[in-house]
């Protein structure tokens, strides 16, 4: 009988319960353990938080440190890191894991791209990969592939690149409450310009590092880069999202931009809207030069749904990789892997 990949996930909120829901019901992976620090979730029965469904007797763990140890002589083959968007926040998990003998996929979207904004971390990590001989990678569909990856392969057929303009026109309303929390839906615009000003609120994070990879790998020789502050989309009518109702004149969600120019001309642009009942919802990918590609994606790609998608189907290939830190420029055209077991890697 063909073996699956062993995962050990690390981090159970909203998002986190999808994950594991997902691990569980493919075939080719096996959920070894789930770990949350939150002291709520301390015991409880997967199946009891989980929406629908679902073959697994685990229960929640706290203590990571105590998981490596009952797994030490027989470590599951890749941990899943879903806990913080800050580099910093999480290389100590990493390390564990690495040290424990697993190969590590996180969302942490500093480590999309961590060479420019992170670099100590980023030599550190790599250091720890190689001799560990062990994988890092971060990924997600955002930064991860729509804003990033998905213009860097466009632009192959392209012999001579002028601009590049990425757009993710995202409506909100069927995204988990955690991120319509984020983009700030239902507050009025003083408490939504608080809120990102303090960062009490994020917006989106991932921006610059999408930028960054795209200009690197390019290498377009960007002078300058900048994100934008986010910009409140007001409601011009009553809207009821699952988490909340915007009434008129309330934030529907934001908009935001990051730009890289050299010599004073725009190279590169992505626009990041999301927000409650976007219409029209699409990604689009606009590379003007010789030839040019307009590539869009009507309705948009539901993020929740394709994150998950994204970290499940590069498990086999961030295990089979040679050790190190990489991101997604640097690993084969990343493709669905659900057919794919331990035993053919």
Known sequence: MPKPFRVIQIGFGTLGRSIAKAIIQRENLQLDAVVDVNPELKGK???????????????????????????????????????????????????????AGMDVLSLCEELSFPYEKNPELSKKLDEMGQKTKKSILGTGINPGFLMDLLPIFLSAPIQHVETIHVTRNMNSSSRRAAFQKKIGTGMTKQDFEHAISTGAITGHVGLVESLQMIGDTLNMGLEHVEELPPEPVI?????????????????RGLKSRAIGQKAGKTLITLDFNAYADADPAYDEVRIDGHPSIHQRMEGGVHGDHATIGMLLNLIPVIIDAKPGLYTMRDIPAPHNTERIFKDSV
């Open 235 to 251: 409601a011009d009518k009553k809207i009821v999202t699952p988490f909340a109702t915007v009434e008129k004149g309330m934030v």
């Open 45 to 99: 029965r997967l199946s009891d938080l989980i929406e629908g469904e679902i073959d697994s007797t685990l229960t929640i763990r706290d203590d990571l440190q105590q998981v490596l140890s009952d797994f030490k002589d027989n470590p599951a083959d890749v941990a899943i890191v879903s806990t913080s968007s800050a580099l910093a926040k999480v290389v100590p998990t990493i390390s564990d894991c690495l040290n």
